[in-house]
């Protein structure tokens, strides 16, 4: 993915309707809930806004962003933790989908995805998505989530055997215990 | 070598990252360890799902949420009062130019900061962007009325334009949200700093204030006649459900006339549908009360007598659905069919339909191999649904009789397209633009992944975005037509005038006018809010 240098004539209005939807899509991979990625995809472009105008012209704004997405994020998967020590669960994820999904190969690809990522240390789901959903590169998620290129490859492979772990096990009905660090 | 430290290089390999040796060393190993082969395969299989999962977009209502909420207000002009604050330079000189990407602070300390950066020879952003937004569009007292013609429409700085010239004054306004009539006459927009919904013809006369009572403005809606303006409006708009009040006026009114309200939360599950007379608008609604989701479709009768309509709600009716509508339609004729898509943001389930005249016969249909299907859209022209289905294929569905007619079996598909006679169907997969008829598919041209194709209104050309610029393409041959040679930088969207005789293109270098051959007839150099919209004063 290109990174986007921030532009002078950026408005707010258009940095949000640039990102919003690869942002917001990023959110709710990432915390599985979509009233909870309204609001943090909110408090992630007011953080933004914030912040803009204090930053340096060669910013790389779209790492930047998913940055502070990545940060509110872990932040609101942190404090769920504390005070609910509730598994992680779709709140959204209404009656009425449940009713609806056919057994069709496709939806339940879709739902086994779903389930294997929620599973994931959110360290690792977040490199994870940013490689395959948002195709970045090693040294652009090295900047997203703060760590040295090396960590990337690591978090990676992490990533990976934990995500497959948790395909083939939500396919096969065996719940596995979640392994690897935690944020 | 153990299978324990392949496993270890597996993800790096298969991402390329590895040395050659350390690459070597796993090659190797793979040609002989099954186990390690496989754990291979699902990486990448894994790697393919998760890019192909489905895109989740925020509701529209957010970018009103962010937009007004008392965070964004502070950025924009700091906090609060509590106090008499100290004594200060004044603002800047033309703080409408320059105050929407600075907080109040920045305001005041931006002609010191400027001197330091500019002694100091530094590039901060705040120097630039005070730079660059002296060349934007010049702010004008109220405008004179504009001579006739269609003419682009754009939101920049927080005002509307038209072409260059503004079409709203600058004094009182904030837009935020904005829409033009079907017929291009008349542009609804909402003013932020006051929360009023103002209307105004497109030659920029008119322009008046609209009586909505109370809530924020959250949804705008025209028939297609451009006689009547839906608005909705919400109690908690920074809430993903709220209580819901619906309204319609007409282009010339300042006030707008009640036409329902959902009490208990409420979210709008698919873009408000209206009938081709405007006489009817159907809202996809799901309500959260303490019995759960209520799911159903509200039809709102404009100047005719609603079927099935109750005494308490003489105007309206309310189809309930087991699940939600996620797409809403009307065919046309003097009796028109509603017709709504039921299932998830992500698969369709189910179609339905009901006409009008008694909205009783409710009938919902489901097709067994279309089940789950990943984009549908609806041709009023024809009456037809286009579905692609989890398998790749896409099919027409008649959304009464239900008859299904196999298309073509394109692959995954991202968005589905019909030219405005519903003789074409434009599919977009893998990147690449497909025109599809009755009679064939035929491959078009690679197509950006995230951007929509624009018919032509007369249906016979499509424009599309590409990496090389934007595309127009004949419908009737699926043969390359022209290629814009204006727009530089990145395109991000496309619109026909309504005469079909302009193509505008925007994005990165500000916007374009093209005729149909790719020819620059005019340019703005304005980088636009979000999307520009044709008017026809």
């Known amino acids: 993915m290109a990174m986007v240098e921030l532009e002078s004539t950026w408005s707010f209005e258009r940095i949000y309707d640039e990102f919003k939807t690869p942002i917001y899509n990023y959110i709710y991979h990432l915390v599985g809930n979509r009233e909870q990625a309204d609001d943090l995809t909110q408090d992630t472009f007011l953080k933004a806004f914030k912040a803009l105008p204090k930053m340096d012209a060669s910013l790389k704004l779209s790492a930047w962003l998913y940055r502070i997405a990545t940060n509110t994020a872990y932040d609101a998967l942190r404090r769920r933790k504390l005070i609910a020590w509730l598994p992680w669960q779709d709140l959204d994820h209404e009656p009425a989908d449940v009713e609806s999904a056919d057994p069709q190969e496709t939806i339940e690809t879709t739902e086994l995805v779903r389930t294997a990522l929620r599973q994931m240390p959110p360290t690792y789901r977040a490199a994870l998505l940013l490689y395959t959903q948002q195709g970045f590169t090693y040294a652009e998620i090295a900047q997203t989530l703060n760590i040295a290129e090396s960590g990337v490859k690591m978090y990676l492979s992490r990533a990976r055997q934990s995500f497959r772990e948790q395909y083939h096990a939500q396919e ?10 935690s944020r | 070598m153990t299978c324990e430290w392949v496993e270890e290089q597996l993800s790096a390999y298969h991402d390329g990252m590895l040395d050659a040796a350390a690459a070597d060393k796993v090659r190797a190993h793979l040609a002989t360890c099954t186990h390690c082969a496989a754990i291979l ?18 509701a529209p209502e957010l970018r009103n949420r962010i937009f007004t909420s008392p965070a964004f207000r502070e950025i924009m002009h700091g906090p609060p009062a509590v106090a008499a604050p100290p004594a200060r330079p004044s603002a800047a000189p033309k703080p409408h130019v320059s105050a929407r990407l600075l907080p109040q602070a920045a305001r005041v300390w931006v002609p010191v900061l400027v001197l330091i950066l500019l002694l ?40 509307l334009f038209s072409d260059n010239a503004q079409l709203v004054c600058e004094a009182r306004t904030h837009v935020t949200r904005w829409q033009v009539s079907p017929t291009g006459q008349w542009i609804a927009y909402v003013d932020a700093t006051t929360n009023t919904l103002r209307l105004v013809r497109a030659n920029a006369t ?18 297609p006649d ?41 979210r709008l599950d698919a873009a408000p549908a209206w009938s081709a007379d405007g006489q009817s608008v159907a809202l996809a609604l799901t309500t959260n009360d303490a019995s759960g989701s209520q799911h159903g479709i509200t039809i709102y009768g404009i100047q005719q007598p609603v079927a099935q309509a109750t005494a308490n709600a003489p105007d309206s ?18 009796d028109p069919t509603l017709v709504w898509a039921t299932g998830t943001s992500t698969a369709i389930t189910g179609l ?17 191999t279309l089940l789950g299907a ?12 286009a579905v692609a289905a989890p398998d790749g294929s896409v099919s027409q569905i008649d959304a009464t009789s239900g008859q299904v007619t196999p298309l073509a079996q394109i692959g995954p598909v991202a968005g589905l397209a019909w030219s405005p006679d519903g003789g074409t169907l434009a599919v977009t997969s893998n990147g690449t633009l497909w025109l599809v008829t009755a009679t064939g598919a035929t491959k078009a041209g690679k197509i950006d992944a995230g951007t929509i194709p624009a018919w032509s209104p007369d249906s016979t050309l499509i424009a599309f975005i590409s990496n090389s610029g934007a595309q127009i393409y004949s419908s009737t041959t699926g043969a390359a037509h022209a290629a814009s040679a204006g727009a530089n930088g990145t395109i991000s969207g496309l619109a026909w005038s309504p005469d079909g005789h302009t193509l505008a293109l925007w994005g990165s270098a500000g916007i374009t006018l093209d005729s149909p051959a790719g020819t620059v007839v005019a340019t703005i150099a304005t980088l636009p809010t979000g999307a520009p919209q044709w008017s026809a004063a």
């Open chain 2, 374 to 385: 990943t984009a549908v859209a609806f041709a009023p022209a024809t009456g037809q649904w």
């Open chain 2, 352 to 368: 339905g339909h009901a006409a009008r005249s008694t909205l009783g016969a409710l009938a919902s249909a489901v097709h067994a």
């Open chain 2, 206 to 223: 008119g322009d008046h204030e609209v009586d909505t009572d109370a809530g924020a403005i959250t949804t705008l809606s025209w028939s």
């Open chain 2, 120 to 159: 100091s020879g530094a590039t901060a952003v705040i120097g630039k962007i005070l730079a660059n937004r002296a060349t934007g569009p010049l702010y004008a007292a109220c405008p004179a009325a504009l001579p006739a013609g269609d003419r682009l429409v754009y939101q920049t700085n927080g005002s």
């Open chain 2, 226 to 266: 451009g006689q009547t303006l839906l608005i909705v409006t919400a109690a908690q708009p920074q809430a993903a459900r709220s209580a819901l009040t619906f309204w319609r006026v007409s282009p010339t009114a300042t006030a707008a006339t009640l036409l329902g309200s959902a009490a208990a939360p409420t």
């Open chain 2, 41 to 58: 395969a699902d990486y990448a299989r894994f790697d393919q799902l998760l890019a192909q999962a489905p895109r989740h977009a925020p």
């Open chain 2, 317 to 334: 009716a309310t189809l309930t659905l087991a699940v939600p509508a996620q797409a809403l339609g009307w065919t046309t004729g003097s």
């Open chain 1, 172 to 181: 096969t009905g065996v719940p596995r215990p979640i392994k690897g660090a």
